[in-house]
């Protein structure tokens, strides 16, 4: 079930997503951007919500509306070389799966 909400929720978020998980990985990210892009995955994969993800749509207007807000509020307060790095290896990833894809 939890990776079916995962998978969906990628889905949603898209490259900006990517974007935010490389630059995360990069060694020149401030500890507090680590600290509230790792809070924000944890509150959506978590299964304690504010509202509650057994309601059909309801439950997943908190994930999706925090997940849309929240990935380009953090890339904001990237600095620019650090997004700049992050975008191309973004970009780099997404040129090696179309490939794979292509390739089959």
């Known amino acids: 079930m939890w990776m079916f909400r995962l998978r969906k929720l990628l889905k949603s978020v898209g ?7 490389f630059a995360v990985r ?3 990210t401030h500890p507090g ?3 509230a892009t790792a809070a924000l995955l944890v509150y959506v994969l978590s299964p304690v919500d504010l509202l509650p993800d057994l309601a ?6 908190d994930d999706a509306t925090l997940l849309l807000l929240g990935i380009p509020f953090l890339l ?12 191309q290896a ?4 997404s040129m ?3 490939g794979l ?3 089959r």
Do not use: N, Q, S, Y
């Open 56 to 61: 059909p749509v309801l439950g997943w207007i």
């Open 96 to 98: 090696r799966l179309r």
């Open 15 to 21: 490259r900006e997503g990517l974007i935010l998980f």
């Open 33 to 35: 951007l680590r600290l």
């Open 90 to 93: 973004a970009e780099r990833l």
């Open 26 to 28: 990069h060694p020149r």
């Open 76 to 87: 904001k307060r990237m600095p620019a070389d650090i997004l700049a790095d992050a975008t």
């Open 101 to 103: 894809r292509g390739a």
